[in-house]
């Protein structure tokens, strides 16, 4: 009851704000995790999706070019339905991110699970 | 041609050219991904509304485009944007202060003027600024580009943080206010002034001093004019004042005890706490105003009033430091030799006080020195 009282006087721009704040740290770890398999643009976002991480394109595509830049995941042109697309998948260097950064994650959750 | 081209070559114009023809093939891949699925979804073909409804959800050009940009997202990105603000609040904080003292010094030397002032005043400082402006943002986004990180960015050390004081207005109107009450109502309580608690007055009396230096000395040298002084309206037509030898005598000295006082100041300002230096270098300074003023009431002739081809001196001394030359100023009539001795009794006493200041001042440095411990 308390809880729903709270949530009825949230400010619902502010809020909208800062879960996208909240959202954004965690969009490059999913990003690196569901791309242990390889998936071009389009899959991946439905497979985001489906978990229930939606992301707009115009942000998934420079994330991708961006974590490619930095050498975390490999991309390739391949011919697919008829059509060139550029699939992408974890580098070796992308698997020990992930790794780290799955590591920092569960810590932070677990801090939080405690205060919260 | 197809929306989605015209949409393509829109981004295409905003990217880098050596990766202009792989992101927008991805991009051709995406958009044509999500046509088809919502054309199987209706189970036609999508008309060119429908193709630009999904176009909209991908984003503008620009944007979609922006995304892509290599390097900072901003102008003058989150770490740089404090010193830049500050740089901004400081800049327009003193160029206001400048184009203050240039009204004043303005309606001053021609009040008739005052709206020529005004309006020149908005100028400069409306110009100054957007130029300050324009320089700052330039100087941090270069900054911001090239990842520069000079150490004044990264090696800051507490000593220096006291300048940071110019962007806050309520210091520099604390500073300015001659009251303890008027302070109080610029500063929040227990707030500083210069490093000065604000119950303390001297940095206050040691700014509007220097201000007042300055603007004398600009008079002094011929810099600006002040209507008035050289000439004045009588009965019987214009009076024209004519300075008497002593002061083309004193110019030098003059200048040089101004200065020495303004050095003074300086010295109150950068170290308000050093209260036995500040006495110290009071005594001469006092001294040499009192051997001034003595120059001058040995000279007597201090001016020449003109009025067609009749002349009066001003005469100075201190014979007219008695009552009965103010008792003189009283009978005194409105003529050219009347008005030379009213002047001459008036500028005398007003000398008379000024040197009984400079002498109890002189007394009250020696007595800081024997009582204050500081340095």
Same mark, same amino acid.
């Given at each position: 009851?308390w809880?729903?009282?709270?949530r009825?006087e949230?400010?619902?721009?502010l809020?909208e704000?800062?879960? =996208?704040?909240l959202?954004r740290?965690?969009?490059v770890?999913?990003?690196?995790?569901?791309?242990?398999?390889?998936?071009?643009?389009?899959?991946?976002?439905q497979?985001?999706?489906?978990d229930?991480?939606?992301?707009?394109?115009?942000t998934?595509?420079p994330l =991708?070019?961006?974590?490619e830049g930095?050498?975390?995941?490999?991309?390739?042109w391949?011919e697919?339905?008829?059509?060139?697309?550029?699939?992408y998948?974890?580098?070796?260097?992308g698997?020990a991110m992930?790794?780290a =950064?799955?590591e920092?994650w569960r810590g932070?959750?677990?801090?939080?699970d405690r205060?919260? | 041609?197809?929306?989605?081209e015209r949409?393509?070559e829109?981004?295409?114009?905003?990217?880098?050219?050596?990766?202009?023809?792989?992101i927008?093939?991805?991009?051709r891949?995406?958009?044509l991904?999500?046509v088809?699925?919502?054309?199987?979804?209706l189970g036609r073909?999508?008309t060119?509304?429908e193709k630009e409804?999904?176009?909209?959800?991908?984003?503008?050009?620009l944007?979609?485009?922006?995304?892509y940009?290599?390097?900072?997202?901003?102008?003058?990105?989150p770490e740089l944007f404090?010193?830049?603000?500050f740089?901004?609040?400081?800049g327009?904080?003193?160029?206001a202060?400048v184009?203050?003292?240039g009204l004043?010094?303005?309606v001053?030397g021609?009040?008739?003027?005052f709206g020529?002032?005004?309006?020149?005043?908005?100028h400069?400082f409306?110009?100054?600024?957007?130029?300050?402006?324009g320089a700052?943002?330039?100087?941090g986004?270069?900054?911001?580009?090239y990842d520069?990180?000079?150490?004044w960015l @990264?090696q800051w050390r507490?000593?220096d943080? %006291?300048?940071?004081g110019?962007a806050?207005?309520?210091?520099?109107?604390a %500073?300015?206010?001659g %009251?303890?009450k008027?302070k109080?109502?610029?500063?929040?309580k227990?707030a500083k002034?210069?490093g000065?608690?604000?119950e303390?007055?001297?940095?206050?009396e040691a700014l509007w001093?220097?201000?007042? %230096?300055?603007v004398?000395?600009?008079?002094?040298i011929?810099?600006?004019?002040f209507?008035?002084?050289g000439a004045f309206?009588?009965?019987g037509g214009?009076?024209?004042? @004519?300075?008497?030898?002593?002061w083309s005598?004193?110019f030098?000295?003059?200048?040089?005890w101004?200065?020495?006082g303004m050095a003074?100041?300086?010295i109150t300002?950068w170290r308000?706490?050093a209260?036995?230096l500040?006495?110290f270098?009071?005594?001469?300074v006092?001294a040499a105003g009192l051997w001034?003023?003595?120059r001058?009431?040995?000279?007597?002739?201090w001016?020449?009033?003109t009025?067609?081809?009749?002349?009066?001196?001003?005469v100075?001394?201190?014979t007219?430091v008695?009552?009965e030359?103010?008792r003189?100023?009283?009978?005194?009539?409105?003529?050219l030799a009347d008005?030379?001795?009213?002047?001459?009794s008036?500028?005398?006493?007003?000398?008379?006080i000024?040197m009984?200041c400079?002498a109890?001042?002189?007394?009250?440095?020696?007595?800081?020195?024997?009582?204050v411990?500081?340095?």
């Amino acid at each position: 009851m308390w809880r729903q009282v709270r949530r009825r006087e949230v400010d619902k721009a502010l809020f909208e704000a800062m879960r =996208l704040e909240l959202r954004r740290g965690s969009l490059v770890l999913a990003v690196l995790a569901c791309l242990r398999t390889e998936r071009y643009g389009y899959t991946l976002r439905q497979a985001l999706a489906a978990d229930g991480l939606e992301m707009e394109e115009s942000t998934l595509y420079p994330l =991708l070019r961006r974590l490619e830049g930095q050498g975390l995941l490999t991309s390739e042109w391949r011919e697919e339905e008829k059509r060139k697309k550029r699939f992408y998948v974890l580098s070796p260097q992308g698997e020990a991110m992930l790794a780290a =950064l799955t590591e920092e994650w569960r810590g932070i959750n677990a801090s939080l699970d405690r205060m919260l | 041609m197809d929306v989605i081209e015209r949409y393509l070559e829109a981004v295409a114009a905003q990217l880098p050219t050596e990766d202009r023809e792989d992101i927008v093939a991805e991009l051709r891949d995406l958009i044509l991904s999500r046509v088809e699925a919502r054309e199987e979804e209706l189970g036609r073909a999508l008309t060119d509304e429908e193709k630009e409804a999904i176009l909209h959800e991908i984003g503008h050009p620009l944007v979609v485009a922006a995304r892509y940009r290599k390097g900072p997202d901003s102008l003058i990105g989150p770490e740089l944007f404090p010193y830049w603000l500050f740089g901004a609040k400081a800049g327009l904080i003193v160029i206001a202060a400048v184009q203050a003292l240039g009204l004043l010094v303005h309606v001053l030397g021609a009040p008739a003027d005052f709206g020529r002032a005004i309006s020149q005043a908005f100028h400069g400082f409306f110009s100054g600024g957007l130029t300050l402006l324009g320089a700052l943002t330039l100087a941090g986004a270069i900054m911001e580009h090239y990842d520069i990180k000079p150490t004044w960015l @990264t090696q800051w050390r507490v000593r220096d943080l %006291s300048a940071f004081g110019l962007a806050d207005p309520a210091k520099w109107g604390a %500073s300015m206010a001659g %009251s303890d009450k008027a302070k109080a109502e610029w500063l929040p309580k227990g707030a500083k002034v210069w490093g000065l608690r604000a119950e303390t007055p001297r940095a206050a009396e040691a700014l509007w001093s220097l201000i007042a %230096s300055a603007v004398f000395i600009l008079w002094w040298i011929g810099a600006i004019n002040f209507t008035g002084l050289g000439a004045f309206s009588l009965r019987g037509g214009e009076v024209s004042v @004519t300075a008497a030898p002593i002061w083309s005598l004193l110019f030098a000295p003059i200048l040089a005890w101004v200065v020495a006082g303004m050095a003074v100041d300086g010295i109150t300002l950068w170290r308000p706490g050093a209260g036995r230096l500040r006495a110290f270098l009071k005594i001469p300074v006092a001294a040499a105003g009192l051997w001034i003023g003595w120059r001058l009431f040995e000279a007597g002739h201090w001016a020449t009033l003109t009025q067609g081809d009749q002349t009066a001196r001003v005469v100075g001394g201190t014979t007219n430091v008695s009552l009965e030359a103010l008792r003189a100023i009283n009978e005194a009539g409105r003529g050219l030799a009347d008005t030379a001795m009213t002047l001459g009794s008036v500028l005398s006493w007003a000398l008379a006080i000024i040197m009984l200041c400079l002498a109890f001042d002189i007394l009250t440095q020696m007595w800081r020195i024997a009582t204050v411990k500081d340095c």
